[in-house]
C-alpha cells in the first residue's frame, strides 16, 4: 500500500520561501508523477504543478511559474515543493500527491499525502 | 486554462435519495476527467477516473458518465457517510485544475 508521509507544519513570514517534503513508500512503480496541490482555508482545490523523477521534469501551472520550485530524489522516493514570495494568500493546507500504474499520463491521484499546513504571516 | 464549473455548489438530500453531481468544463476534454470526494479534514480520494471508471474499493452506489464538456457523478441512494465536498478534475492538458466543489449534505 502506497503511503505519502509529508515533512511537518511551517510558519513563514511574507517574503520568505518554504519547503515541504513528501516521501512515497511501498510500491515498486518506477515511472511515476509526483504533483502539489494545494487548499486554503475554506476553499477548493489547486494543482500547483508535477515532476515525473525518472525523467527530472517539471511542469508548473501558470499562476506558480517563477516562485515554484518541484524536485525529486530518486533514491529516497521524496518529492519537494519549494514556494518563494510568500504572501498571506499562501496560507493553504499543501498536499502532494501521486498517480500508479493505471493513471493515463500520470494524471490521477489515488494516492495523497496528510497535508502540510503553511501558514504566512 | 481549461475551467472547470460545478454545479450545485451545495445540496441537501435524504438518505437513499438519487443524488447527481454536475461538472461542465470551458472546453471539450473527451473522457479525460477524475472526480475525488474530500470529507472535512481529510485528503481527498480518488472516487472515479477517466469519467466513468469507478475506482476500487468504492461502493457501486457511485458511478460517472459523460464526456466533452459536460459530466456527471451520481451517487444512486446517499448514504450518511457521502457527506462530503466533491470535486470534478480534468486532465486533457496543464494546467490541470479543478472544479470548485459541490458539498453535499442529509437533509
Known amino acids: 500500500q502506497v503511503q505519502l508521509l509529508q515533512s511537518g507544519a511551517e510558519v513563514k513570514k511574507p517574503g520568505s520561501s518554504v519547503r515541504v517534503s513528501c516521501r512515497a513508500s511501498?510500491?515498486?512503480?518506477?515511472?511515476?508523477?509526483f504533483s502539489w496541490v494545494r487548499q486554503a482555508p475554506g476553499q477548493g482545490l489547486e494543482w500547483m504543478g508535477k515532476i515525473i523523477p525518472v525523467l527530472r521534469t517539471a511542469d508548473y501551472a501558470p499562476k506558480f511559474q517563477g516562485r515554484l520550485t518541484i524536485t525529486a530524489d530518486r533514491g529516497t522516493s521524496t518529492a519537494y515543493m519549494e514556494l518563494s514570495g510568500l504572501e498571506s494568500d499562501d496560507t493553504a493546507l499543501y498536499y502532494c500527491?501521486?498517480?500508479?500504474?493505471?493513471?493515463?499520463?500520470?494524471?490521477?491521484?489515488?494516492?495523497w499525502g496528510q497535508g502540510t499546513l503553511v501558514s504566512v504571516s | 486554462d481549461i475551467q472547470m464549473t460545478q454545479s450545485p455548489s451545495s445540496l441537501s438530500a435524504s438518505v437513499g435519495e438519487r443524488v447527481t453531481l454536475t461538472c461542465r468544463a470551458s472546453?471539450?476534454?473527451?473522457?479525460?476527467l477524475n472526480w475525488y470526494q474530500q470529507k472535512s479534514g481529510e485528503a481527498p480520494k480518488l472516487l472515479i477516473r477517466?469519467?466513468?471508471t469507478v475506482e476500487g474499493g468504492v461502493p457501486s452506489r457511485f458511478s460517472g458518465s459523460g464526456s466533452g464538456t459536460d459530466f456527471t457523478l451520481t451517487i444512486s441512494s446517499l448514504q450518511p457517510e457521502d457527506v462530503a465536498t466533491y470535486y470534478c478534475q480534468h486532465w486533457h492538458s496543464l494546467p490541470l485544475t479543478f472544479g470548485g466543489g459541490t458539498r453535499v449534505e442529509i437533509k
Open positions: 477517466d469519467a466513468s
Open positions: 500527491a501521486r498517480d500508479t500504474f493505471y493513471c493515463n499520463g500520470g494524471y490521477c491521484f489515488p494516492h
Open positions: 472546453q471539450d476534454i473527451d473522457y479525460y
Open positions: 511501498g510500491d515498486t512503480f518506477t515511472t511515476y508523477t
